[in-house]
Nanobody, 116 residues
Framework: QVQLVESGGGLVQAGGSLRLSCVPSGRIFRIATMAWHRQAPGKPRELVAVITTGGTTTYADSVKGRFTISRDTTKNTVYLQMNSLKPEDTAIYYC??????????WGQGTQVTVSS
């Protein structure tokens, strides 16, 4: 069973920064498209950023220019660097791994709270 272990959430003031990390267990990291989603209270889960195995990235319009997704193959880790945080970024952030035939997996989520 593949598990995604997330870390790095917390409480930060508006304008601050946080970096989220996600480490998948097993060997899927090298073949999986990795992504971060988020879900704010009372709202549906939304895609924040995606990075393919080739390093191509895609971002939600609401985070472009502020968030950066990256992957380190030496550490089997995907990161989400979040700068210039806003109160509306407050949500539970979920790591996702899409490995095609080998399945799709979600982390348990990490809380990010941005105070105004």
């Amino acid at each position: 069973q593949v598990q995604l272990v997330e870390s790095g959430g917390g409480l930060v003031q508006a304008g601050g920064s946080l970096r989220l990390s996600c480490v998948p267990s097993g060997r899927i990291f090298r073949i999986a498209t990795m992504a971060w989603h988020r879900q704010a209270p009372g709202k549906p889960r939304e895609l924040v950023a995606v990075i393919t195995t080739g390093g191509t990235t895609t971002y939600a319009d609401s985070v472009k220019g502020r968030f950066t997704i990256s992957r380190d193959t030496t550490k089997n880790t995907v990161y989400l660097q979040m700068n210039s945080l806003k109160p509306e970024d407050t949500a539970i952030y979920y790591c996702y791994a899409g490995a095609g035939y080998f399945g799709d997996y979600w982390g348990q989520g990490t809380q990010v709270t941005v105070s105004s």
